[in-house]
């Protein structure tokens, strides 16, 4: 069975072990500084040993489709050439960067930040079609706020264009691989998911979506790695009726594998963007700082709306509470049914945990790779700490799943750690030397 750090190919690229920083928002934005911000955010994970390094999602067209602010997109070459620096960098430490790839659709910032519609009033969503119930009564309520574009067939295909210049771009400019972002209720995620779609041409079946984008990606950026992450909306609602099934999720797996892709990472996920993603504890101390509540009112409009939201936020902590792993099960039974490798990430704390995930257990191997987004918030260097050490199998990220990191990205705060606790954690194994390589 392989180990953590046995190599792995992903679509003739070899990555020197199997395990990665899966994507997080680095909110860079795209001024002179991006390159630099991003080398801040990406390089330690490298750095400290991380064979593959995702940047989080870049959007695909430069106006429309940004699910939160600082996105850094890759629409323009000029500016995607700059961003050789982030790669040269990564590649100097050995290891591999694969970009995200993304286009929010009825998640987009011109549908839910308040302040972000009345700068951009032009803007309308692309939809793979007309929203579903609870987000028309979203809207009516004035939660959200819909100008609905729907997707022509023509327009579909122009989109995937879009897909295929970005990864064109990003071949440019040094990355490795591709990404695209096949859930967190994204239009990737929209496509594929009967809750979202009900078109009548040849997209009702939006695995054919993937298959053009993969195809636009062939013809504009060559034998570019391109991975996918597909969704299973197990954690719906219970009056989300039409929604992808685990089965479901495992047979467009198969699909993919057979259209081309050269990775996947399936992950449980609902039909909304909500804590289903980011499992843990309420962050309370994130809706209480000073210093973000004037970015909540601009994001949600007003402070009673704030509270509203931070509310939904508190019940949702209850019903997606931390597991451990909660992706391994759906993605043991991806990896029985494909040929190419299988990304697991989502709740993966400890180095046993990775060895066990891998094959080093009783159960059936999950994954072929494991990776972790939030610890690397908390500790930007963790990989030095989980690979080629004496004490690795006790090693342990000391993330508290408390979600201070990410509540404030609405607002275009960095994702960063803000918990006390494991800060202080951290500068006790930054004194010890935990960090360091031999």
């Not at 699910?67 to 982030?86: H, I, N, R, Y």
Request: proline residues 6%; glycine residues 10%.
């Amino acid at each position: 069975m392989p180990e953590l750090e046995t190599p792995l190919e992903i679509g003739g690229v070899e990555l020197p072990n199997r395990l990665y920083r899966a994507p997080l928002l680095e909110c860079a934005g795209e001024g002179p500084d991006a390159a630099e911000t991003l080398v801040d955010e990406l390089e330690p994970a490298a750095a400290a040993g991380a064979g593959l390094v995702f940047q989080g999602a870049a959007p695909v067209r430069e106006e429309g489709g940004r699910v939160a602010p600082s996105m850094t997109g890759l629409a323009d070459p000029e500016f995607t050439a700059s961003l050789s620096k982030l790669t040269d960098a990564v590649h100097d430490h050995g290891g591999r960067v694969f970009v995200q790839l993304d286009h929010g659709g009825l998640r987009s910032m011109e549908t839910w930040h308040v302040e972000y519609r009345r700068a951009n009033p032009e803007l309308t969503q692309l939809a793979v079609s007309e929203p579903p119930w609870p987000l028309r009564l979203a809207d009516r309520l004035g939660f959200l706020d819909f100008d609905v574009r729907v997707l022509s067939t023509e327009e579909v295909y122009d989109l995937a264009e879009d897909f295929g210049r970005c990864a064109a771009n990003a071949a440019d400019a040094g990355y490795d691989g591709v990404h695209l972002a096949g859930a967190n209720m994204g239009i990737l995620q929209q496509f594929l998911s009967p809750f979202y779609n009900c078109r009548d041409d040849e997209f009702g079946d939006g695995v054919r979506f993937f298959e053009v984008v993969r195809d636009e990606i062939r013809a504009r950026a060559g034998d570019l790695p391109v991975v996918a992450k597909v969704p299973a909306e197990t954690e719906s609602p219970p009056f989300v009726r039409r929604h992808l099934t685990a089965a479901d999720a495992v047979e467009i797996c198969a699909r993919l594998d057979r259209i081309g892709y050269d990775a996947l990472a399936p992950v449980r996920v609902s039909t909304f963007w909500d804590m289903s993603i980011v499992r843990g504890r309420f962050p309370e101390r994130a809706w209480r700082d000073r210093r973000f509540r004037e970015g909540y009112v601009s994001a949600f409009g007003s402070r009673w709306k704030a509270a509203l939201v931070a509310a939904a936020n508190r019940v949702e902590a209850f019903e997606y509470d931390f597991e451990p792993a909660w992706n391994a099960g759906l993605a043991r039974r991806v990896r029985e049914r494909v040929t190419v490798p299988v990304l697991l990430e989502g709740g993966i704390r400890t180095r046993e945990q990775m060895d066990r995930l891998l094959g080093g257990g009783e159960s059936p191997q999950a994954c072929d790779a494991v990776g972790m987004g939030r610890p690397f918030y908390a500790e930007p260097r963790l990989p030095a700490r989980l690979l080629d050490t004496a004490d690795a199998g006790r090693a342990e990220a000391i993330c508290e799943n408390c979600n201070n990191c990410t509540v404030p990205q609405v607002t275009g705060a960095n994702g960063v750690c803000r918990t006390p606790e494991v800060l202080a954690e951290r500068g006790e194994l930054v004194r010890e030397g935990a960090y360091e390589r031999d």
